[in-house]
Protein backbone atom coordinates (compact mmCIF):
# COMPACT_ATOMS: atom_id res chain seq x y z
CA UNK A 1 0.00 0.00 0.00
CA UNK A 2 1.71 3.36 -1.18
CA UNK A 3 1.38 6.44 1.59
CA UNK A 4 0.48 9.29 -0.19
CA UNK A 5 1.78 12.81 1.75
CA UNK A 6 -1.03 14.68 2.43
CA UNK A 7 -0.24 18.85 0.99
CA UNK A 8 -2.07 21.10 4.01
CA UNK A 9 -4.33 23.63 1.88
CA UNK A 10 -3.66 27.70 3.07
CA UNK A 11 -6.02 29.01 4.92
CA UNK A 12 -7.43 32.54 5.99
CA UNK A 13 -6.35 31.17 9.58
CA UNK A 14 -2.51 30.04 8.25
CA UNK A 15 -1.94 33.46 6.95
CA UNK A 16 -3.02 35.17 10.46
CA UNK A 17 -0.55 32.65 11.87
CA UNK A 18 1.96 33.53 9.34
CA UNK A 19 1.42 37.50 10.30
CA UNK A 20 1.27 36.73 14.36
CA UNK A 21 4.61 34.97 13.87
CA UNK A 22 6.26 37.76 11.62
CA UNK A 23 6.11 35.32 8.25
CA UNK A 24 5.75 36.78 5.39
CA UNK A 25 2.79 36.42 2.90
CA UNK A 26 3.51 35.43 -0.92
CA UNK A 27 1.27 35.82 -3.28
CA UNK A 28 1.04 35.56 -6.99
CA UNK A 29 -1.89 35.88 -10.05
CA UNK A 30 -2.97 32.76 -12.28
CA UNK A 31 -5.25 32.66 -14.66
CA UNK A 32 -5.16 29.86 -16.23
CA UNK A 33 -4.50 25.46 -15.55
CA UNK A 34 -0.58 25.01 -16.26
CA UNK A 35 0.31 28.39 -14.88
CA UNK A 36 -1.13 28.15 -11.57
CA UNK A 37 0.09 24.35 -10.97
CA UNK A 38 3.83 25.50 -11.51
CA UNK A 39 3.21 28.58 -9.08
CA UNK A 40 1.58 26.04 -6.53
CA UNK A 41 4.64 23.81 -6.95
CA UNK A 42 6.69 26.50 -6.14
CA UNK A 43 5.43 26.84 -3.07
CA UNK A 44 3.65 29.84 -3.28
CA UNK A 45 0.71 30.77 -0.43
CA UNK A 46 -1.95 32.00 -2.07
CA UNK A 47 -3.20 32.88 -5.72
CA UNK A 48 -5.12 35.65 -6.74
CA UNK A 49 -6.92 35.61 -9.94
CA UNK A 50 -6.99 38.87 -10.52
CA UNK A 51 -8.93 40.83 -12.81
CA UNK A 52 -5.78 41.55 -14.12
CA UNK A 53 -6.64 38.79 -16.51
CA UNK A 54 -8.31 41.49 -17.92
CA UNK A 55 -4.82 43.10 -19.10
CA UNK A 56 -2.68 40.07 -19.33
CA UNK A 57 -4.90 37.31 -21.03
CA UNK A 58 -7.05 39.79 -23.08
CA UNK A 59 -5.05 42.39 -23.80
CA UNK A 60 -7.38 45.06 -23.10
CA UNK A 61 -6.11 48.51 -21.61
CA UNK A 62 -7.96 48.78 -18.08
CA UNK A 63 -9.57 45.89 -15.88
CA UNK A 64 -12.77 47.08 -16.41
CA UNK A 65 -13.90 44.64 -19.52
CA UNK A 66 -13.58 41.51 -17.63
CA UNK A 67 -17.06 39.75 -16.80
CA UNK A 68 -18.20 37.84 -13.98
CA UNK A 69 -18.45 34.44 -16.30
CA UNK A 70 -14.98 35.25 -17.56
CA UNK A 71 -13.67 35.28 -13.98
CA UNK A 72 -15.57 32.34 -13.31
CA UNK A 73 -13.74 30.22 -16.03
CA UNK A 74 -10.11 31.32 -15.44
CA UNK A 75 -10.37 30.93 -11.49
CA UNK A 76 -11.83 26.90 -12.16
CA UNK A 77 -9.27 26.38 -14.27
CA UNK A 78 -6.62 27.65 -11.60
CA UNK A 79 -8.53 26.05 -9.03
CA UNK A 80 -7.94 22.98 -11.27
CA UNK A 81 -3.99 23.30 -11.10
CA UNK A 82 -3.47 23.47 -7.32
CA UNK A 83 -3.45 21.60 -4.22
CA UNK A 84 -1.82 23.70 -1.89
CA UNK A 85 -2.22 27.59 -2.33
CA UNK A 86 -5.32 29.77 -0.75
CA UNK A 87 -7.32 30.75 -4.21
CA UNK A 88 -8.38 34.00 -4.07
CA UNK A 89 -10.84 35.39 -7.14
CA UNK A 90 -11.35 39.39 -7.76
CA UNK A 91 -14.84 39.91 -8.11
CA UNK A 92 -14.94 41.96 -11.37
CA UNK A 93 -15.99 45.89 -12.00
CA UNK A 94 -19.70 45.98 -12.36
CA UNK A 95 -20.68 42.73 -10.06
CA UNK A 96 -20.27 44.29 -6.81
CA UNK A 97 -20.60 48.06 -6.49
CA UNK A 98 -24.35 48.34 -7.26
CA UNK A 99 -25.59 47.21 -4.14
CA UNK A 100 -24.85 44.61 -1.85
CA UNK A 101 -27.73 41.80 -2.94
CA UNK A 102 -25.80 42.14 -6.15
CA UNK A 103 -22.17 41.74 -4.34
CA UNK A 104 -23.63 38.63 -2.36
CA UNK A 105 -25.13 36.66 -5.80
CA UNK A 106 -21.47 37.62 -7.35
CA UNK A 107 -19.71 36.24 -4.39
CA UNK A 108 -21.92 33.17 -4.58
CA UNK A 109 -21.71 32.44 -8.33
CA UNK A 110 -17.13 32.61 -7.97
CA UNK A 111 -17.90 30.09 -4.89
CA UNK A 112 -20.38 27.38 -5.91
CA UNK A 113 -18.93 27.32 -9.39
CA UNK A 114 -15.24 27.42 -9.35
CA UNK A 115 -14.10 26.06 -6.13
CA UNK A 116 -12.15 28.90 -4.65
CA UNK A 117 -11.44 29.74 -1.23
CA UNK A 118 -12.28 33.57 -0.90
CA UNK A 119 -13.00 36.64 -3.24
CA UNK A 120 -11.12 40.17 -3.31
CA UNK A 121 -12.76 43.40 -4.06
CA UNK A 122 -11.81 46.97 -4.44
CA UNK A 123 -12.51 50.01 -2.13
CA UNK A 124 -13.39 51.00 1.51
CA UNK A 125 -16.16 52.36 3.59
CA UNK A 126 -18.10 52.66 -0.04
CA UNK A 127 -18.36 48.97 -0.17
CA UNK A 128 -18.14 48.05 3.73
CA UNK A 129 -22.06 46.62 3.01
CA UNK A 130 -21.27 44.38 0.31
CA UNK A 131 -18.58 42.86 2.63
CA UNK A 132 -20.33 42.09 5.37
CA UNK A 133 -22.84 41.01 3.34
CA UNK A 134 -20.42 38.81 1.24
CA UNK A 135 -19.12 37.48 5.05
CA UNK A 136 -22.52 37.09 6.36
CA UNK A 137 -23.09 33.86 4.13
CA UNK A 138 -19.38 32.73 5.03
CA UNK A 139 -17.48 33.80 2.23
CA UNK A 140 -13.99 35.12 3.10
CA UNK A 141 -13.29 38.46 1.50
CA UNK A 142 -9.71 39.97 0.84
CA UNK A 143 -9.92 44.03 0.55
CA UNK A 144 -8.04 45.91 -1.95
CA UNK A 145 -7.16 49.48 -1.12
CA UNK A 146 -4.51 52.60 -2.35
CA UNK A 147 -4.17 52.26 -6.32
CA UNK A 148 -7.79 50.21 -7.14
CA UNK A 149 -7.77 49.51 -10.88
CA UNK A 150 -11.53 49.54 -11.43
CA UNK A 151 -11.49 53.33 -10.09
CA UNK A 152 -9.21 54.13 -12.86
CA UNK A 153 -11.02 56.75 -14.44
CA UNK A 154 -11.97 58.67 -11.35
CA UNK A 155 -8.08 58.93 -10.46
CA UNK A 156 -7.01 59.48 -13.98
CA UNK A 157 -3.60 57.98 -13.58
CA UNK A 158 -1.91 55.07 -12.10
CA UNK A 159 0.51 57.22 -9.76
CA UNK A 160 1.62 56.57 -6.47
CA UNK A 161 -2.07 56.73 -4.58
CA UNK A 162 -2.11 58.56 -1.16
CA UNK A 163 1.00 60.82 -0.75
CA UNK A 164 -1.49 63.53 0.52
CA UNK A 165 -2.49 63.77 4.09
CA UNK A 166 -6.14 63.53 3.65
CA UNK A 167 -5.99 60.17 1.25
CA UNK A 168 -3.58 58.48 3.58
CA UNK A 169 -6.27 59.06 6.55
CA UNK A 170 -9.18 58.21 4.48
CA UNK A 171 -6.91 54.87 3.43
CA UNK A 172 -6.33 54.34 7.22
CA UNK A 173 -9.97 54.48 8.45
CA UNK A 174 -10.71 52.37 5.63
CA UNK A 175 -8.55 49.65 6.59
CA UNK A 176 -9.85 49.87 10.00
CA UNK A 177 -13.68 49.36 8.99
CA UNK A 178 -12.61 46.37 6.26
CA UNK A 179 -11.07 44.81 9.66
CA UNK A 180 -14.35 45.46 11.60
CA UNK A 181 -16.26 44.20 8.78
CA UNK A 182 -14.45 41.05 9.31
CA UNK A 183 -12.00 41.08 6.27
CA UNK A 184 -8.89 38.45 6.64
CA UNK A 185 -6.85 40.41 4.86
CA UNK A 186 -6.53 43.52 2.59
CA UNK A 187 -4.06 43.99 -0.33
CA UNK A 188 -2.67 47.53 -0.65
CA UNK A 189 -1.56 48.83 -3.66
CA UNK A 190 1.12 51.66 -4.96
CA UNK A 191 1.27 53.80 -1.40
CA UNK A 192 4.20 55.05 0.65
CA UNK A 193 6.19 52.60 2.15
CA UNK A 194 5.48 54.37 5.25
CA UNK A 195 1.85 54.65 5.40
CA UNK A 196 1.66 50.68 4.30
CA UNK A 197 3.96 49.61 7.19
CA UNK A 198 1.87 51.80 9.46
CA UNK A 199 -1.66 50.34 8.51
CA UNK A 200 -0.08 46.88 8.88
CA UNK A 201 0.95 47.93 12.43
CA UNK A 202 -1.94 49.15 13.43
CA UNK A 203 -4.70 46.23 11.76
CA UNK A 204 -4.38 42.97 13.07
CA UNK A 205 -5.22 41.43 9.47
CA UNK A 206 -2.55 40.57 6.97
CA UNK A 207 -1.48 43.39 4.94
CA UNK A 208 -0.19 42.25 1.40
CA UNK A 209 1.88 44.82 -0.51
CA UNK A 210 2.12 45.89 -4.09
CA UNK A 211 4.40 48.85 -4.59
CA UNK A 212 3.81 49.20 -0.98
CA UNK A 213 7.68 48.64 0.79
CA UNK A 214 8.32 45.80 2.74
CA UNK A 215 7.16 46.77 5.93
CA UNK A 216 3.68 44.76 5.29
CA UNK A 217 3.06 41.53 5.88
CA UNK A 218 3.04 40.21 2.29
CA UNK A 219 3.97 40.91 -1.14
CA UNK A 220 2.00 40.08 -4.92
CA UNK A 221 2.92 40.96 -7.83
CA UNK A 222 0.99 39.72 -11.46
CA UNK A 223 2.90 36.93 -12.69
CA UNK A 224 3.21 37.81 -16.29
CA UNK A 225 5.23 41.04 -15.20
CA UNK A 226 7.84 38.84 -13.21
CA UNK A 227 8.24 36.32 -15.23
CA UNK A 228 9.11 39.24 -17.67
CA UNK A 229 6.15 37.76 -20.66
CA UNK A 230 4.65 41.74 -20.17
CA UNK A 231 8.04 43.45 -21.22
CA UNK A 232 5.81 46.93 -21.95
CA UNK A 233 4.90 47.52 -17.41
CA UNK A 234 8.11 48.52 -15.90
CA UNK A 235 7.54 49.94 -12.53
CA UNK A 236 9.72 50.50 -9.88
CA UNK A 237 8.27 48.50 -7.47
CA UNK A 238 8.56 45.28 -9.82
CA UNK A 239 11.53 42.76 -9.67
CA UNK A 240 11.36 40.34 -12.81
CA UNK A 241 12.56 37.14 -12.17
CA UNK A 242 13.10 35.67 -15.75
CA UNK A 243 13.36 37.10 -19.32
CA UNK A 244 10.32 34.49 -20.79
CA UNK A 245 9.04 36.94 -23.50
CA UNK A 246 12.87 37.08 -24.36
CA UNK A 247 13.16 33.32 -24.45
CA UNK A 248 9.88 32.28 -25.53
CA UNK A 249 10.35 34.96 -28.92
CA UNK A 250 13.71 32.95 -29.41
CA UNK A 251 12.74 29.16 -28.43
CA UNK A 252 9.54 29.88 -30.83
CA UNK A 253 11.55 31.62 -33.82
CA UNK A 254 14.37 28.20 -33.75
CA UNK A 255 11.28 26.43 -34.23
CA UNK A 256 10.25 28.33 -37.06
CA UNK A 257 13.53 28.09 -38.59
CA UNK A 258 13.64 24.49 -38.26
CA UNK A 259 10.51 23.80 -39.92
CA UNK A 260 11.63 25.57 -42.76
CA UNK A 261 15.01 23.96 -42.82
CA UNK A 262 13.29 20.84 -42.83
CA UNK A 263 15.06 19.99 -39.67
CA UNK A 264 12.51 19.26 -38.26
CA UNK A 265 10.40 16.55 -37.75
CA UNK A 266 14.06 13.65 -38.08
CA UNK A 267 13.76 10.42 -37.73
CA UNK A 268 13.85 9.73 -34.22
CA UNK A 269 10.78 12.51 -34.48
CA UNK A 270 8.86 10.02 -37.37
CA UNK A 271 6.73 6.69 -36.89
O1 LIG B 1 -5.87 42.01 -10.36
C1 LIG B 1 -4.76 41.94 -9.82
O2 LIG B 1 -3.80 41.36 -10.36
C2 LIG B 1 -4.59 42.57 -8.52
C3 LIG B 1 -3.20 42.65 -7.98
C4 LIG B 1 -2.47 43.74 -8.65
C5 LIG B 1 -3.20 42.80 -6.52
O3 LIG B 1 -5.53 43.01 -7.95
Excluded: W
Excluded at 34 to 54: F, P
Excluded at 57 to 77: K, N, V
Excluded at 176 to 183: I, K, R, Y
Amino acid sequence: MSVQKEIKRVTTKTLQEMKNKGEKISMLTAYDFSMARMVDEAGIDVILVGDSASNVMAGHETTLPITLDQMIYHASSVIRGTSRALVVVDLPFGSYQGNSKEALTSAIRVMKETGAHAIKLEGGEEVVESVKRILSAGVPVMGHLGLTPQSIYKFGTYVVRAREEEEALKLIHDAHLLQEAGCFAIVIEKVPATLAERVAREVSIPIIGIGAGGGVDGQVLVLHDMLGINTEFKPRFLRTYLNLHEQIVGAIGNYVKDVKSKDFPNESESY
